[in-house]
């Protein structure tokens, strides 16, 4: 990353307005990258005094690694007050440590990522639903997945996100047979290859949960019959309303930063 990127980055970590967790778990056994994540998460702490950043060792600190769920390193947990956490697997670089720094701060202020049809809807929701999006930092469509599925978490606790840059872990790509990212799981079993739109992921965070689509069923958002589990207008809608949601929050967070 060029140095002035990175300033910008880290002066926008500096603008935290609410304290937020940042839980970085690492071995020095083993991990190439979990020194140069010590250091990225240093310097975040350093420049942003609201993040209170832990630090603990897979298999040392084995308790903390349970609870957090935490498989692999480096490992770094972004988590609200409220508990809503997403975890990163692997180092951070260019545009996904930018959605670090982003997630952060929407961990800080609340920040209602999506439209009303989502919020509601996501209460439907009554027991863990994890998310694996695999990605890379060169691949275009890998972005606005991971922020999506970010934002899923960061609206309700029951999201399990986890953003994992694929090329730090050959195993998974072998476990998968992950020929194209990004690569969104579901569940255990439930795979979309390349870019998922806000309906798609609240059906398929759905289907995880155990619903499954057939005849005599109601969509989820509007209550009228539909074989889906979210009707075809109901996905066209909430795509809509989340592109003006994002134009507007961004426009938003434009305007107080000027």
């Keep these: 990353m060029q140095e002035s990127a990175i300033q910008t980055m880290m002066q926008a970590a500096g603008a935290l307005k609410k304290p937020v967790r940042l839980i970085l778990f690492v071995n020095d056994v083993g991990c190439g990258t979990c020194a140069e994540a010590r250091q990225a998460a240093q310097a975040i702490k350093k420049n942003a005094p609201l993040v209170a950043l832990e630090i603990y060792d897979q298999v040392m600190d084995r308790d903390k690694t349970q609870l957090y769920g935490i498989k692999r390193v480096p490992a770094m947990v972004v988590q609200d007050n409220d508990g809503h956490t997403v975890v990163f697997y692997g180092l951070l670089e260019d545009v996904f440590f930018s959605i670090l720094i982003d997630t952060l701060h929407a961990a800080s202020e609340k920040r209602a990522w999506f439209p009303a049809d989502i919020r509601s809807t996501l209460r439907h929701l009554a027991r863990t639903v994890p998310i694996q999006v695999?990605?890379?930092?060169?691949?275009?469509?890998?972005?606005?997945?991971?922020?999506?599925?970010?934002?899923?978490?960061?609206?309700?606790?029951?999201?399990?996100?986890?953003?994992?840059?694929?090329?730090?872990?050959?195993?998974?790509?072998?476990?998968?047979?992950?020929?194209?990212?990004?690569?969104?799981?579901?569940?255990?079993?439930?795979?979309?290859?390349?870019?998922?739109?806000?309906?798609?992921?609240?059906?398929?965070?759905?289907?995880?949960?155990?619903?499954?689509?057939?005849?005599?069923?109601?969509?989820?958002?509007?209550?009228?019959?539909?074989?889906?589990?979210?009707?075809?207008?109901?996905?066209?809608?909430?795509?809509?309303e989340s592109l003006t949601h994002k134009i507007r929050e961004e426009r938003s967070q434009q305007m107080s930063s000027s």
């Design 134 to 240: 695999f990605v890379e930092t060169d691949c275009p469509l890998c972005r606005p997945v991971a922020q999506t599925a970010i934002g899923l978490a960061m609206e309700n606790t029951l999201v399990g996100t986890e953003i994992i840059i694929a090329s730090e872990y050959p195993e998974l790509i072998r476990k998968y047979s992950m020929k194209t990212l990004p690569k969104t799981i579901f569940g255990e079993n439930l795979h979309m290859d390349g870019h998922v739109t806000e309906g798609e992921f609240l059906e398929m965070i759905f289907q995880a949960e155990g619903l499954q689509p057939g005849k005599d069923r109601r969509c989820l958002v509007c209550s009228n019959p539909s074989e889906d589990i979210i009707c075809t207008s109901c996905k066209t809608r909430i795509q809509a």
